[in-house]
Each structure stands twice: as C-alpha cells, then as structure tokens.
C-alpha cells in the first residue's frame, strides 16, 4: 500500500444526507461520523467532490486557529456544501485570512466589546418589555417566535449597527431572503444586492462620525482610509444578517425549557445561576445543519494520523466539539452547573462570532423577561406539534405557540 492511497483506503467518502430534524435532536448523521474518527470523509448534497471533517474538540480549534487553513482559498473553487448556491463576496470578511481580515475586523471591534455590548443594554432591555407588554396585553395564546423572539434581535442588532428604527422591517425581510434557500440564487443575491446598496449610502453619510454604532465606526474608517466603502458594505451586511441568529438560538432555548419544564423551574427558583445555564443551552443546541463554510488546507497537515495534503477541503463541526466527552462529560445531558464550559458555540479563531457577546446579552435578558414576567409560560400544542423549518442552513421553530 502506498502512503497515498493510504488515507483513502482508511477514509471512504461518507454521504451525509442533511435530515430536515425537528426538536433539539442531535444529526445521526454527525453522531455515526463521530464515533467513526476524529477526522473523516464526506460529501454533502450541494457542491463537488469530498472533504474531510473535523470532530474533536482540540482539533476543532487547532483548524480554526492554524494560518495553514485558507478561507480566502475557498473562493477559487466548488467544494461539496449544503448551501444550494454559493455567492461569497471577493473581499469579504467571511473569505479573507489576516492580514486583511485582522484589519477589517478591528473596523466594528469596540461595537463588539463587552463595553460596546453594555451600551445597548438598556435600550435592549425596553424594547424587549414593550414586547412582553404587548404579549400579555393580547393573551394567550400567542406565538412566541413571532411575538418576541423573532422581532426582539431584529430590533437589537439595527440598534447596534446604527438602522433607523423605522428601518428594522426592510432589514428582516432582505434577511430572510438572503438565508432562505427556497428562492433560488438569483433571489437570494438581489437580497443581497439591496441591502448592500443601503447600507452604503448608511455608511457614507457617515465618514466623519464619532458614534459608537458599527456604520458609524465604519463610515470613520473609510473616511480615514482604513477600510473602502466596498470592504465596509461586505463586513455591515454579514453582521446584519448574523444579528438575527439569536431568533434561531432562542427559539431552541425555550424549546427546551418549555419542553424539560423541570429545567425552566429551577431557572426561576435560582435566578443567580441563568449565566452559567445560558453557556449550558448554548452548548448544547445544534445550531445548524451539518456544517457552515469550509477552509482549504495550504500546506500538507497531519491531524489524528490522518494526512491532508495542501489544496483539500476541510470543515469543522463545532456541533460535535460541543459534545466532545474528552472535554465535556456526560455531553448528552443538560447540566447547568457544568463546570468548566468552554463551549464552542459561537467559533472560535479569526473567524469566531463578532456578535457572541451580544447574542449571550440577548440570551440572558430573553430568559428574565419571559420566565419572570410571564410566570406558568408553557406550550400550547404537543411537543411534536411544534413546527421546526425544513429545507434551511439554520434550525430553529417555524414557531413556538405558547400559552400560560
């Protein structure tokens, strides 16, 4: 045997057909390519050829984190994906390695600190009890999802990245189109398009802000010749469309605790301890189907015993990471005093979540308002009558019909 035959022969090509799952129901999929290794071989529905996925927690990190795993090489060719389009951006932050990703994210950092988070804090927190005031002022029984938890981040991330309140709207539905795989690329780019070209004429009528808002900063760093307008536009419609992700984490958040209702009590009877249990709920919903975008490995890479040579696919499951018994024991149960968590959920390296601390903000203030203020909150239907989307990247409830 030839040593390059040998990974081949160790790794057949697994298809990973993506089940629309409802619940929280873990990919079986994913769970049999766990125990096969830590590193194997697979082809999704969309795209060309194989690539390798990663499954362990440290290997995980290792790809994310390691300079010889290109994004920006993903844009020269088609590798097997879910997505049933692929438009990426030239120059966008999502498909740039550092230098140049390094330098645009330092455009928006300080919107995205733990003190830029804290200022929209208590306007988050208004906005967020007017909606529960209009939730009990109508009665149950009530759509969650469309009540709260949908135009709650919608309303969040405007106000953060500076969009006119009477804007939100516009922002949500160019959002849907942008994600949903149900109209086609043509649909999806036009979308794209659009939002783009409104968020340009946000960010140049802003060149000489001081604002603290994210089209502000960027407007201030194009007027300063850090960023173009072009690399500013790319980096605002990632971050608007990444805004509305608490919707779908949210809406896996209540799921459980209106589903384990045992889970929801202790969270009122131990208010102190939300922190810990949000970490708990973000580690282990899955986020997604199957996997989101890939790296192309630079160099010849070893990893577990298994070679990846310079110019193969390479994608990371931070699904399975969350999972990984090595550093998280017991993975399949909820535990809310799991100690360390040093959870995944949101990335991790270069390319981790701008938004992480703000969607953990959201999170917790979400989990206050409804368990506080509205106190015996619990499903409307049968569990399994809940309606989960179907045919899409991102998972989440249709909707939550909750009554109380």
């Excluded at 529960?132 to 919608?154: M, N």
Aim: aromatic share 6%; net charge negative; hydrophobic share 40%.
């Amino acid at each position: 045997m030839t040593e390059e035959t040998l990974t081949e022969t160790l790794c057949p090509v697994r298809q990973w057909p993506v089940l629309d799952l409802t619940g929280v129901d873990f990919d079986p999929v994913l769970t049999e390519l766990m125990e096969e290794g830590p590193v194997t071989r697979v082809e999704l529905p969309k795209g060309e050829g194989w690539a390798w996925l990663v499954t362990r927690y440290d290997d995980v990190r290792m790809v994310t984190n390691d300079p010889r795993f290109s994004r920006e090489a993903v844009m020269d060719g088609q590798a097997t994906r879910l997505a049933p389009h692929f438009i990426p951006t030239r120059g966008a932050v999502g498909f740039l390695d550092p230098p140049d990703h390094t330098r645009l994210r330092r455009s928006v950092a300080a919107a995205f600190t733990a003190r830029g988070v804290e200022r929209v804090r208590e306007n988050s927190r208004r906005i967020l009890d007017e909606l529960v005031d209009e939730l009990l002022q109508d009665g149950p029984p009530a759509d969650l999802t469309a009540a709260v938890l949908s135009p709650f981040p919608i309303a969040v991330i405007c106000e953060l990245m500076g969009v006119p309140a009477a804007d939100r709207q516009r922002m949500h539905a160019w959002t849907q189109l942008i994600l949903s795989s149900a109209h086609g690329a043509t649909v999806s780019e036009k979308a794209k398009d659009e939002m783009g070209a409104y968020l340009a004429g946000l960010i140049g009528s802003r060149e000489g802000s001081t604002d603290e808002d994210v089209t502000s900063l960027l407007g201030a760093g194009v007027g300063r010749g850090e960023i173009t307008l072009e690399e500013a536009v790319g980096l605002a419609v990632l971050l608007q469309i990444g805004g509305e992700a608490v919707t779908n984490n949210s809406g896996q958040m209540f799921y459980i605790l209106l589903t384990r209702p045992e889970l929801a009590e202790r969270l009122r009877e131990e208010p102190e301890i939300r922190p810990q249990a949000i970490d708990e709920l973000l580690r282990y919903i899955p986020h997604r189907n199957a996997v989101g975008l890939s790296r192309i490995a630079m160099d010849d890479v070893e990893i577990k015993g298994v070679r990846i040579r310079a110019g193969e696919t390479v994608y990371v499951s931070y699904l399975a990471a969350n999972r990984d018994p090595d550093v998280f024991p017991d993975p399949e149960t909820i535990d809310f005093s799991r100690s360390p968590n040093p959870r995944v959920s949101f990335g991790f390296g270069p390319h981790d979540c701008p938004g992480g601390q703000l969607a953990r903000l959201e999170s917790q203030l979400l989990v206050d308002a409804l368990l506080d203020r509205v106190p015996g909150l619990k499903l409307a239907v049968p569990p399994g009558e809940v309606p989960f989307r179907k045919g899409v990247l991102i998972r989440r409830p249709e909707a939550l019909p909750v009554t109380w």
